[in-house]
Nanobody, 120 residues
Framework: QVQLVESGGGLVQAGGSLRLSCAASGIRGSINAMGWYRQAPGKQRELVATITSGGSTNYADSVKGRFTISRDNAKNTLYLQMNSLKPEDTAVYYC??????????????WGQGTQVTVSS
């Protein structure tokens, strides 16, 4: 079955950097868009950044200029480079992949999440 495994989370001081990775396996279709989402305690899950199979990107206003999303299609791997981290970036970060099986069927898959904690 499809599995998305995130890594790279951890504890970092404000102003620091982290790089998240998400490795997809068990893919039987083709991966369209991929993205990173995050959920802080007591808050709803929110979009951080997305990237299409062609490399077009979209970012939440709160992370523009600080975060960079990228992907390696040959390795089915998604990345998120996070710089100038702020305490408000603290959250569980989730990877998402939209897998296309046919013209009519595209299914979303989620990773288990990785914790990012930014201390002030």
């Amino acid at each position: 079955q499809v599995q998305l495994v995130e890594s790279g989370g951890g504890l970092v001081q404000a102003g620091g950097s982290l790089r998240l990775s998400c490795a997809a396996s068990g893919i039987r279709g083709s991966i369209n868009a991929m993205g990173w989402y995050r959920q802080a305690p007591g808050k709803q899950r929110e979009l951080v950044a997305t990237i299409t199979s062609g490399g077009s990107t979209n970012y939440a206003d709160s992370v523009k200029g600080r975060f960079t999303i990228s992907r390696d299609n040959a390795k089915n791997t998604l990345y998120l480079q996070m710089n100038s981290l702020k305490p408000e970036d603290t959250a569980v970060y989730y990877c998402n992949a939209q897998v296309k099986y046919s013209l009519a069927v595209t299914l979303p898959y989620w990773g288990q999440g990785t914790q990012v904690t930014v201390s002030s």
